[in-house]
């Protein structure tokens, strides 16, 4: 039976559940502050921690399209465009029609790009130490478990 055909088993009662320390607002807090951590972290390179996120994105081939970028980034398309300018204006990202279809945009990360990412994920691991200060390397391999079978329920 795959994850996704497993019985959904009520977790939290709604009578008792507290919004405020549920596990959806602890992520939020995580998220909120490794953000801030990503951008003190990467503020020497003018890039901001939105801005690596996409760079991670293309770097991996995960995507190569504006829109591949926003279904899994909570960006709407103009906050996304506007994003991919201030990229593209420090040239870390270029813009290329698709020869198959012109209508779509496809992005690719720029030699400066390129260069420059090493250094960037340097910080990030530096800023993820920091924030797992006092976890052993199991816990940290649990907690990546974990947060990846929340997502494979989604």
């Given at each position: 039976?795959?994850q996704?055909?497993?019985?959904?088993t009520?977790?939290y009662?709604?009578k008792?559940?507290?919004?405020?320390t549920?596990?959806?607002?602890?992520i939020?807090?995580?998220?909120a502050?490794?953000?801030?951590a990503?951008?003190?972290?990467l503020?020497?390179?003018?890039?901001?921690?939105?801005q690596?996120?996409?760079l991670?994105?293309l770097?991996?081939?995960?995507?190569d399209s504006?829109s591949?970028?926003?279904k899994?980034?909570?960006y709407d398309?103009?906050?996304?465009?506007?994003m991919?300018?201030?990229?593209?204006?420090?040239?870390?990202?270029l813009?290329?029609?698709s020869?198959?279809?012109?209508?779509?945009?496809?992005?690719?990360?720029?030699d400066?790009?390129?260069?420059?990412?090493?250094?960037?994920?340097e910080?990030a691991?530096?800023?993820?130490?920091?924030l797992?200060r006092?976890?052993?390397k199991a816990?940290?391999?649990q907690?990546?478990?974990?947060?990846?079978?929340i997502l494979?329920n989604?």
């Open positions: 039976m795959s996704s055909q497993l019985p959904v009520d977790l009662d709604p008792t559940f507290d919004p405020r549920g596990i959806g607002r602890l939020g807090l995580v998220r502050e490794l953000s801030e990503l951008d003190r972290e503020a020497p390179f003018d890039i901001t921690a939105a690596y996120v996409i991670v994105r770097a991996s081939g995960e995507v504006a591949g970028l926003c899994g980034v909570a398309p103009g906050a996304m465009t506007r991919i300018d201030r990229l593209e204006r420090k040239q870390l990202v813009r290329t029609r020869p198959n279809d012109r209508r779509k945009v496809m992005l690719q990360m720029t400066a790009g390129r260069e420059i990412y090493p250094r960037l994920v910080k691991a530096g800023a993820m130490n920091v797992m006092g976890f052993t816990e940290v391999l907690l990546e478990g974990l947060l990846q079978r494979m989604t």
